[in-house]
């Protein structure tokens, strides 16, 4: 598997485009703005976008995704707990953080333990509500793709609709804590890290 990184939209949010070396076939993960740089990437590369895995409803993730489906004609997945969120502005704040309103619905609803098959890899989806109810992980390899979950240093917020402190922090230590310290971790914001770093120094995760 290949992977790049975009900060896109507003409030540059990471937005993953992975793909199977072998059949070119890709998925995007929070496809959050711009998304004529999304597309010059894909094209660019000769990648079939397949799929467009959203790690939560919220507007600074979900900015592109219109656009996205509409000319990649990919399908587009969220877990079943975020699936109103993301038919219903209110629920994800999509105008009201500076977006064009957004309320579309998912072609698919992700349940905890799906995998999802890209050419000869597969993503594994992890259930880490908190930030969200709905909010995943998608673990491929070494690789976790963490939405707002978990950063490098720091934990997502969990005081909008939804949101739960217990639950996001029971999240990471019972789905996230337990894989190998070697697992490279990429968030919806900001830089990379991994397991053991987080586990070592991030103060959110202490005790």
Partial sequence: MRFKRLPLGIYQANCYIL?????SKAAVIDPGGDFEELKEFVEYNKLFVEYIILTHGHGDHIGAVAE??????AEVM????DYDMLKNNEKNYSSKLGYETIEIEADRELNDGDVISLGTINLYILHTPGHTKGSICIKCGNIVFS????????IGRTDLNGGSFENIINSITNKLLTLSDNIEVYPGHGPSTTIAIEK??????KN
């Avoid at 793909?19 to 059949?23: Q, V």
């Avoid at 996205?68 to 004609?73: E, V």
């Avoid at 969220?78 to 707990?81: C, E, L, S, V």
């Fill in 19 to 23: 793909w199977d070396e072998d059949t």
């Fill in 68 to 73: 996205a489906r509409d000319y990649f004609k």
């Fill in 78 to 81: 969220i877990h079943r707990d």
């Fill in 147 to 154: 939405g707002d979950t978990l950063f490098a240093g720091s």
């Fill in 200 to 205: 070592r120094s991030n103060p959110f995760l």
